[in-house]
């Protein structure tokens, strides 16, 4: 259970959400003054039924000697950092979550949880943002989400291929942004993830469709949009802030000899604000792969 949350907090940072392959994919090239990478957006927890992945990935690899992700997935999977990571999600100071709920939010919240077998004197002791996370990874599990993602299978072929890896941020770092989620707007964290776990399982398909494709207006209009209206400071925390921080590293990336293949979630190159937007407008070519 520990290992799953975690997989969804990763999930929720950049993708807030059994098809044929596509002739489109969510993969592209960058290129200048003679230097390229290439860069994916993905999804972090995946169904083995999304298997295999767009062919698109397995070239751009192929042609890489170095991946670049996220952030560190061999120390994100480590027990004690998991440990580490949920004991910061639990109140310590004499708080309870029902003190940051409105009485409608928290009997709808205590009805969920009866429906689902789920104890609130355990419920209570998460934060807001953690018990999002939880709500949202039950229902994604009864929908058979709880494979590796594109993230995790790449890392673990890249470590039997031998291929150099990196990363964006440090799993401090992102777990840093992580942990204030939701801060201040905690009643409408938990109200609008009631709302939103019941169209779960409509959205999937659609938000899976638009990702294999690599649509970025679809993704902007169902997932971005949506998130941008309902989130905004948690928009800026856990993406704008996120794509400024790295977009000097890919830069940094783009003077080297070597070929990288930067995986990122879906999400981060969608926008205005996103990657893809970024670099065409420092004059990097950007064309799908």
Not at 37 to 44: N, Q, R
Not at 79 to 94: A, C, N, V
Not at 129 to 142: I, K, R
Request: hydrophobic fraction near 40%; include cysteine.
């Amino acid at each position: 259970m520990k290992t799953r949350i975690y997989r969804y907090i990763l999930f929720f940072c950049v993708f807030i959400f059994a098809l044929p392959a596509y002739a489109n994919a969510p993969v592209w090239k960058v290129q200048k003054d003679g230097h390229q990478l290439f860069i994916g957006g993905t999804i972090h927890l995946l169904s083995p039924s999304d298997y295999p992945l767009p062919p698109s990935f397995e070239q751009a690899y192929n042609q890489s000697e170095r991946l670049v992700f996220e952030t560190d997935i061999q120390k994100i999977k480590d027990p004690d950092y998991q440990l580490k990571m949920l004991s910061e999600m639990i109140f310590t100071d004499g708080n309870n979550l029902k003190q940051f709920l409105r009485e409608d939010t928290y009997l709808a919240l205590e009805k969920y949880c009866l429906s689902r077998g789920l104890p609130m004197a355990i419920i209570t002791n998460f934060k807001p943002g953690m018990v999002a996370m939880m709500l949202t990874v039950l229902e994604l599990q009864e929908l058979g989400i709880d494979a590796a993602g594109v993230d995790d299978f790449y890392n673990e072929k890249a470590r039997q291929d031998g291929k150099k890896l990196g990363q964006l941020e440090t799993a401090e770092q992102q777990f840093s942004f992580i942990s204030t989620m939701g801060e201040g707007h905690e009643d409408d964290l938990i109200a609008y993830t009631l709302k939103d776990i019941k169209k779960l399982p409509a959205t999937w398909k659609k938000l899976k469709s638009a990702w294999r494709q690599g649509d970025l207006e679809k993704l902007n209009k169902i997932a971005l949009t949506p998130f941008i209206k309902n989130h905004p400071s948690t928009y800026d925390n856990l993406l704008v802030q996120r794509n400024n921080a790295w977009m000097p590293q890919i830069e940094a990336l783009l003077t080297t000899k070597e070929v990288e293949f930067v995986l990122v979630g879906a999400l981060h190159l969608v926008g205005d604000d996103g990657l893809l937007a970024q670099l065409s407008a420092k004059g990097y070519s950007v064309e799908r792969l």
